[in-house]
């Protein structure tokens, strides 16, 4: 199996735009928002322990997650619980993601709580997407449609960029154009291959 590096960084950082990059230069990207989304699919195992905790979001056999997210996004504690239900789902379906990389490829994990999550133990290296916060919340505010103090809410709910910048094995910088973004992406990329080989 080949490097395991683990992607994160705030909402509205930049990280998508990053993990094109990576794949652009050949790593293979486990996206755990798109796992996170299978492992709530209708008849799920994850949906039915979702629906033993919050019947009344699971409407016609599939998940109202935006519906969940009012709910769980303005209550930690529930937050936290969400999280243990789904977390295991997501790190199964990630390890057989991971098992589909060629031996040779760097696999990037996308994971916005990749530190919280304690997700960190299953990677070798991690790095961390970093922007300031107005362009973060002007990106998220267009992208979504919603308003600043829903993207604000949510940016608590997530870890202090600077500490993620402490913990991180790699930092790239968000504030320029995307070229300066793709540029320092590939510079992490060279860096994670040296490592890989």
Do not use: C
Not at 69 to 92: G, T, Y
Not at 153 to 163: F, G, L, W
């Amino acid at each position: 199996m080949g490097l395991q590096a683990g992607l994160t960084g705030g909402i509205g950082a930049g990280k998508s735009e990053v993990a094109r990059t990576f794949a652009e230069l050949g790593a293979y990207i486990i996206d755990t928002d798109e796992l996170a989304r299978e492992a709530v699919a209708p008849q799920s195992d994850g949906l039915l322990a979702i629906a033993h905790v919050w019947p009344q979001f699971v409407r016609g056999g599939a998940l109202d997650r935006a519906a969940l997210a009012e709910v769980v996004f303005s209550d930690p504690q529930a937050l936290n619980r969400l999280n243990e239900i789904v977390h295991p789902f997501v790190r199964r379906l990630a390890k057989e993601r991971e098992a589909r990389a060629k031996p040779d490829q760097i696999a990037i994990h996308v994971v916005p709580l990749l530190f919280e999550s304690g997700y960190i133990d299953m990677v070798d290296k991690s790095v961390v997407v970093i922007a300031p916060a107005e362009q973060r919340i002007t990106r998220v505010v267009e992208r979504d449609h919603t308003d600043a103090a829903h993207v604000l809410a949510r940016m608590k709910t997530q870890i202090d960029p600077e500490e993620a910048r402490a913990r991180a094995d790699y930092v790239i910088d968000n504030d320029g154009d995307v070229a300066h973004l793709r540029e320092r992406t590939r510079a992490v990329y060279d860096a994670l291959t040296g490592i890989a080989h």
